[in-house]
Protein backbone atom coordinates (compact mmCIF):
# COMPACT_ATOMS: atom_id res chain seq x y z
CA UNK A 1 0.00 0.00 0.00
CA UNK A 2 1.15 3.30 -1.02
CA UNK A 3 -0.44 6.78 0.32
CA UNK A 4 0.70 9.57 -1.64
CA UNK A 5 0.24 13.01 -0.48
CA UNK A 6 -0.07 14.83 -3.86
CA UNK A 7 -0.91 14.19 -7.28
CA UNK A 8 -2.03 16.13 -9.69
CA UNK A 9 -4.13 13.68 -11.72
CA UNK A 10 -7.07 15.66 -11.98
CA UNK A 11 -6.59 18.09 -14.48
CA UNK A 12 -4.36 15.08 -16.52
CA UNK A 13 -6.83 11.90 -16.82
CA UNK A 14 -9.68 12.21 -14.44
CA UNK A 15 -10.80 9.01 -15.49
CA UNK A 16 -7.78 7.73 -13.18
CA UNK A 17 -8.75 6.67 -9.70
CA UNK A 18 -6.35 4.45 -8.01
CA UNK A 19 -7.82 1.71 -6.01
CA UNK A 20 -5.74 0.12 -4.03
CA UNK A 21 -3.52 3.08 -2.50
CA UNK A 22 -4.86 6.55 -0.68
CA UNK A 23 -4.41 9.10 -2.83
CA UNK A 24 -4.51 13.07 -2.69
CA UNK A 25 -5.64 14.62 -5.34
CA UNK A 26 -4.26 17.87 -6.40
CA UNK A 27 -6.33 20.23 -8.34
CA UNK A 28 -3.66 22.43 -9.92
CA UNK A 29 -5.52 25.23 -10.11
CA UNK A 30 -2.88 27.27 -11.91
CA UNK A 31 -3.20 25.06 -15.40
CA UNK A 32 -7.03 26.22 -15.22
CA UNK A 33 -8.66 29.20 -16.99
CA UNK A 34 -11.44 28.73 -14.42
CA UNK A 35 -10.72 27.06 -11.26
CA UNK A 36 -13.87 27.64 -9.75
CA UNK A 37 -15.73 25.68 -12.08
CA UNK A 38 -13.50 22.67 -12.07
CA UNK A 39 -13.63 22.49 -8.26
CA UNK A 40 -17.34 22.69 -8.14
CA UNK A 41 -17.27 20.20 -10.44
CA UNK A 42 -15.25 17.34 -9.07
CA UNK A 43 -15.83 18.08 -5.38
CA UNK A 44 -18.09 15.42 -4.61
CA UNK A 45 -16.17 12.39 -7.38
CA UNK A 46 -12.91 12.38 -5.42
CA UNK A 47 -12.56 11.48 -1.64
CA UNK A 48 -9.09 12.66 -0.89
CA UNK A 49 -8.60 16.06 -2.51
CA UNK A 50 -5.94 19.16 -2.21
CA UNK A 51 -6.14 22.71 -4.27
CA UNK A 52 -2.23 23.92 -5.62
CA UNK A 53 -2.32 27.25 -6.16
CA UNK A 54 -5.14 29.63 -4.99
CA UNK A 55 -4.57 32.44 -7.20
CA UNK A 56 -8.11 32.46 -8.06
CA UNK A 57 -9.67 33.58 -4.16
CA UNK A 58 -10.52 36.65 -3.00
CA UNK A 59 -12.46 37.75 0.21
CA UNK A 60 -15.75 37.21 -2.02
CA UNK A 61 -15.22 34.12 -3.52
CA UNK A 62 -13.39 32.35 -0.69
CA UNK A 63 -15.58 30.22 0.95
CA UNK A 64 -15.51 27.91 -2.14
CA UNK A 65 -12.10 26.52 -0.55
CA UNK A 66 -14.20 25.18 2.38
CA UNK A 67 -17.26 23.88 -0.12
CA UNK A 68 -14.55 21.71 -1.91
CA UNK A 69 -13.19 20.66 2.01
CA UNK A 70 -9.86 20.28 0.61
CA UNK A 71 -7.11 18.49 2.96
CA UNK A 72 -4.77 20.81 2.19
CA UNK A 73 -4.51 24.29 -0.08
CA UNK A 74 -0.84 25.99 -1.47
CA UNK A 75 -1.40 30.21 -1.71
CA UNK A 76 1.03 29.57 -5.23
CA UNK A 77 2.71 27.87 -7.65
CA UNK A 78 5.89 29.15 -8.90
CA UNK A 79 5.56 32.77 -9.56
CA UNK A 80 4.31 35.62 -7.61
CA UNK A 81 0.37 36.05 -7.17
CA UNK A 82 -1.84 38.15 -5.10
CA UNK A 83 -1.21 36.28 -1.77
CA UNK A 84 2.56 35.31 -1.93
CA UNK A 85 6.07 35.12 -3.31
CA UNK A 86 6.18 31.73 -5.10
CA UNK A 87 9.61 29.68 -5.93
CA UNK A 88 11.20 32.23 -8.34
CA UNK A 89 9.50 35.33 -6.98
CA UNK A 90 10.99 37.45 -4.41
CA UNK A 91 7.76 38.51 -3.06
CA UNK A 92 6.50 38.58 0.56
CA UNK A 93 3.27 36.89 1.80
CA UNK A 94 0.38 39.39 1.11
CA UNK A 95 -2.46 41.07 3.44
CA UNK A 96 -4.56 38.83 1.03
CA UNK A 97 -2.31 36.02 1.59
CA UNK A 98 -2.91 36.36 5.83
CA UNK A 99 -6.32 36.58 5.55
CA UNK A 100 -6.24 33.27 3.01
CA UNK A 101 -4.33 31.66 5.72
CA UNK A 102 -6.20 32.56 8.87
CA UNK A 103 -9.48 31.20 6.86
CA UNK A 104 -7.59 28.04 6.17
CA UNK A 105 -6.62 27.27 9.32
CA UNK A 106 -9.85 28.55 11.08
CA UNK A 107 -11.39 25.68 9.13
CA UNK A 108 -9.08 22.90 9.82
CA UNK A 109 -7.33 23.00 6.53
CA UNK A 110 -3.65 22.63 5.88
CA UNK A 111 -1.47 25.24 4.62
CA UNK A 112 0.69 23.22 2.39
CA UNK A 113 4.54 25.21 1.83
CA UNK A 114 5.02 23.98 -1.46
CA UNK A 115 5.59 26.11 -3.79
CA UNK A 116 6.18 29.59 -1.54
CA UNK A 117 9.57 30.90 -1.41
CA UNK A 118 11.82 31.51 1.71
CA UNK A 119 10.55 34.81 2.43
CA UNK A 120 6.87 33.98 2.36
CA UNK A 121 7.34 30.81 4.28
CA UNK A 122 8.86 32.44 7.04
CA UNK A 123 5.76 35.55 6.54
CA UNK A 124 3.10 32.87 6.78
CA UNK A 125 5.00 30.48 9.66
CA UNK A 126 5.44 33.99 12.30
CA UNK A 127 1.67 34.90 10.96
CA UNK A 128 0.30 31.69 11.97
CA UNK A 129 2.56 31.59 15.22
CA UNK A 130 0.58 35.03 15.82
CA UNK A 131 -2.81 33.21 15.12
CA UNK A 132 -1.61 30.81 17.44
CA UNK A 133 -3.25 28.14 15.51
CA UNK A 134 -0.50 25.97 12.96
CA UNK A 135 -1.44 23.63 10.62
CA UNK A 136 1.44 23.16 8.23
CA UNK A 137 2.43 20.39 5.31
CA UNK A 138 4.68 20.86 2.56
CA UNK A 139 3.15 18.13 0.49
CA UNK A 140 6.10 17.37 -2.40
CA UNK A 141 9.42 18.46 -2.07
CA UNK A 142 13.30 17.17 -1.78
CA UNK A 143 16.16 18.71 0.72
CA UNK A 144 18.43 21.03 0.17
CA UNK A 145 20.80 19.15 2.53
CA UNK A 146 21.41 16.92 -0.62
CA UNK A 147 20.82 18.91 -3.41
CA UNK A 148 20.10 22.87 -3.54
CA UNK A 149 17.35 23.85 -5.31
CA UNK A 150 14.73 26.44 -4.80
CA UNK A 151 12.08 24.16 -4.54
CA UNK A 152 13.45 22.01 -1.78
CA UNK A 153 13.64 22.53 1.75
CA UNK A 154 16.01 23.60 3.61
CA UNK A 155 16.72 21.55 7.63
CA UNK A 156 15.42 24.64 9.39
CA UNK A 157 12.14 24.83 6.90
CA UNK A 158 12.41 21.14 7.75
CA UNK A 159 12.59 21.62 11.68
CA UNK A 160 9.56 24.13 11.45
CA UNK A 161 7.22 22.08 10.01
CA UNK A 162 8.05 18.92 12.30
CA UNK A 163 8.32 21.10 15.39
CA UNK A 164 4.08 22.13 14.32
CA UNK A 165 3.31 18.76 13.87
CA UNK A 166 3.18 18.92 10.57
CA UNK A 167 4.00 16.29 7.58
CA UNK A 168 6.38 16.31 4.56
CA UNK A 169 5.84 14.56 1.44
CA UNK A 170 9.04 13.50 -0.73
CA UNK A 171 8.62 14.16 -4.06
CA UNK A 172 9.81 11.91 -7.38
CA UNK A 173 10.71 14.85 -9.99
CA UNK A 174 14.51 14.26 -10.82
CA UNK A 175 15.39 18.15 -11.11
CA UNK A 176 14.97 18.35 -7.71
CA UNK A 177 17.48 15.38 -6.70
CA UNK A 178 19.65 17.67 -9.20
CA UNK A 179 19.71 14.98 -12.00
CA UNK A 180 18.41 15.01 -15.85
CA UNK A 181 16.97 11.45 -14.85
CA UNK A 182 17.39 10.10 -11.78
CA UNK A 183 16.77 6.60 -9.82
CA UNK A 184 15.69 4.71 -7.13
CA UNK A 185 19.41 5.67 -5.65
CA UNK A 186 18.44 9.42 -5.53
CA UNK A 187 15.30 8.75 -3.63
CA UNK A 188 17.43 6.08 -1.49
CA UNK A 189 19.78 9.11 -0.81
CA UNK A 190 16.61 11.59 -0.05
CA UNK A 191 15.32 9.50 2.02
CA UNK A 192 18.87 8.68 4.41
CA UNK A 193 19.62 12.44 4.47
CA UNK A 194 15.98 12.77 6.34
CA UNK A 195 16.78 10.14 8.78
CA UNK A 196 19.99 10.85 9.53
CA UNK A 197 18.58 14.35 10.54
CA UNK A 198 15.22 13.97 11.76
CA UNK A 199 12.62 11.71 12.61
CA UNK A 200 10.77 9.14 10.38
CA UNK A 201 7.72 9.94 11.69
CA UNK A 202 7.47 12.83 9.84
CA UNK A 203 8.21 11.90 6.54
CA UNK A 204 5.92 10.62 3.79
CA UNK A 205 5.48 10.57 -0.16
CA UNK A 206 4.31 13.27 -2.15
CA UNK A 207 4.67 11.78 -5.96
CA UNK A 208 3.99 14.91 -8.30
CA UNK A 209 2.61 12.30 -10.71
CA UNK A 210 0.91 13.48 -13.42
CA UNK A 211 2.48 16.53 -12.66
CA UNK A 212 6.00 16.36 -13.60
CA UNK A 213 8.08 14.88 -16.40
CA UNK A 214 11.57 13.19 -15.41
CA UNK A 215 10.48 10.99 -12.06
CA UNK A 216 13.11 9.21 -10.44
CA UNK A 217 10.13 6.21 -10.04
CA UNK A 218 6.91 6.34 -11.90
CA UNK A 219 4.11 4.22 -10.82
CA UNK A 220 2.67 2.95 -7.47
CA UNK A 221 3.61 -0.98 -8.94
CA UNK A 222 7.65 0.46 -8.72
CA UNK A 223 7.30 2.56 -5.78
CA UNK A 224 5.97 -0.66 -3.74
CA UNK A 225 9.01 -3.33 -5.90
CA UNK A 226 11.29 -0.35 -4.32
CA UNK A 227 10.09 -0.57 -0.90
CA UNK A 228 10.21 -4.02 -1.23
CA UNK A 229 13.78 -3.84 -2.07
CA UNK A 230 14.71 -1.64 0.84
CA UNK A 231 13.31 -4.16 3.27
CA UNK A 232 15.62 -6.56 1.63
CA UNK A 233 18.33 -4.91 1.85
CA UNK A 234 18.01 -4.41 5.87
CA UNK A 235 15.91 -1.34 5.96
CA UNK A 236 13.88 -1.01 8.75
CA UNK A 237 10.25 -2.54 7.99
CA UNK A 238 8.75 -0.60 10.55
CA UNK A 239 10.22 2.75 9.14
CA UNK A 240 9.52 1.92 5.89
CA UNK A 241 6.04 1.65 6.39
CA UNK A 242 5.64 4.75 8.33
CA UNK A 243 6.95 6.42 5.33
CA UNK A 244 5.12 4.58 2.27
CA UNK A 245 1.86 4.87 3.88
CA UNK A 246 1.34 4.97 7.70
CA UNK A 247 2.48 8.80 8.27
CA UNK A 248 0.79 10.15 5.88
CA UNK A 249 -2.40 7.97 6.79
CA UNK A 250 -2.87 9.04 10.24
CA UNK A 251 -2.54 12.87 9.22
CA UNK A 252 -5.30 12.22 6.27
CA UNK A 253 -7.59 10.68 8.76
CA UNK A 254 -7.05 13.15 11.63
CA UNK A 255 -7.67 16.49 9.24
CA UNK A 256 -10.94 14.26 8.19
CA UNK A 257 -11.93 13.90 11.52
CA UNK A 258 -11.43 17.51 12.20
CA UNK A 259 -13.54 18.45 9.04
CA UNK A 260 -16.84 15.84 10.04
Given at each position: MIVDLHNDVLIKKNSFFDKKNVVICAVWASELINPIVFLDKIKHKVKYKAIEDLWFINRENINIIKEFNPIYASLTWNNENNLAGGTYSDANLTKLG???IKYLVSNEISLDTA???EKSFYDAIEYL?????????CSHTC???????KR????NQIRVIINANGIIGLTLVSDFMGKQNANEYDVLRQIEYFLGKFSYKFLSLGTD?????NLAINSYKKLEKFKNHLIKMGLSEKILNAIFYENALNYINDKGEKNE
Open positions: KDVHLNADLKKISLIFNGVFKHNLTDFFGAD
